[in-house]
């Protein structure tokens, strides 16, 4: 069965302080997709990044930087310098190459007080 | 501007209406879909249409039906609406194995 574990419900920090969002998963597949997604209080789904199950390497975009290691099946999403616009809610998603169903975390809620 | 359009925003159904969710978009992409998010959970797929024609069924089918009625549009309907069904409805598409899913604004539903 595939699964996406996001064990942390919620996480609060003062702005400019790094946070790192955890992402677990199962798969018994080779071939596969993570994903992360970015939900604003204005409740739209905003993309951030995808990722191949061939692919290790990690990625830095800005602030965002994403760990993506098969070992411990794992794709951690950290923000550097957190800014208060940065809270929203934010999903790991996991996709099979066999199938068209994204499979969901059930979100870390992000709180950045200034 | 590019992307996925869904209408309506919100919508308020007594139990037992009807209504059709609509989804649009100018992407070309192949595939589209439709979830539901409820409160403190990820989202849940409904339907979805791997290309122009098809439809297939989601994780949590029961109570909708879909229409995939040209390659831009992917309707959603609730035949007779029950407060079960309340929830946020997302349209999505996707140009598969290219990119990401791109996601609609999102429907607001309530049953009452």
């Known amino acids: 069965a595939q699964k996406v574990t996001q064990a942390q419900t919620e996480i609060s920090v003062v702005e400019k302080e790094d946070v790192t969002l955890d992402c677990v998963y199962e798969?018994?597949?080779?071939?596969?997709?993570l994903f992360w997604y970015k939900q604003p209080p204005s409740g739209e789904l905003v993309f951030l990044i995808r990722r191949n199950s061939f692919d290790e390497q990690n990625e830095i975009s800005g602030r965002y930087s994403w760990n993506f290691q098969k070992s411990t099946s794992s794709f951690n999403f950290t923000i550097t310098a957190s800014q208060v616009v940065d809270s929203a809610v934010y999903f790991c998603?996991?996709?099979?190459?066999?199938?068209?169903?994204?499979?969901w975390g059930a979100g870390t809620k992000l709180i950045i007080k200034p | 501007n590019a992307g996925v359009t869904q209408t309506p925003k919100f919508q308020v159904l007594k139990t037992g209406q009807s209504m059709t969710l609509q989804c649009a978009q100018d992407m070309n992409h192949n595939s589209m879909y439709w979830y539901r998010q409820d409160p403190g959970m990820g989202l849940r797929l409904i339907y979805y249409?791997?290309?122009?024609?098809?439809?297939d069924k989601g994780e949590v089918p029961n109570g909708y039906n879909v229409s995939r009625l040209n390659k831009r549009e992917f309707s959603l309907r609730l035949e007779s609406a029950a407060p079960s069904q309340t929830s946020v409805y997302f349209c999505?598409?996707?140009?598969?194995?290219?990119?990401?899913?791109?996601f609609g604004s999102g429907t607001r539903l309530t049953v009452v």
């Open positions: 798969t018994r597949d080779t071939t596969y997709y």
């Open positions: 249409s791997a290309s122009e024609g098809t439809t």
């Open positions: 998603a996991l996709n099979l190459d066999s199938n068209y169903q994204l499979i």
């Open positions: 999505a598409s996707e140009a598969r194995g290219i990119y990401g899913y791109t």
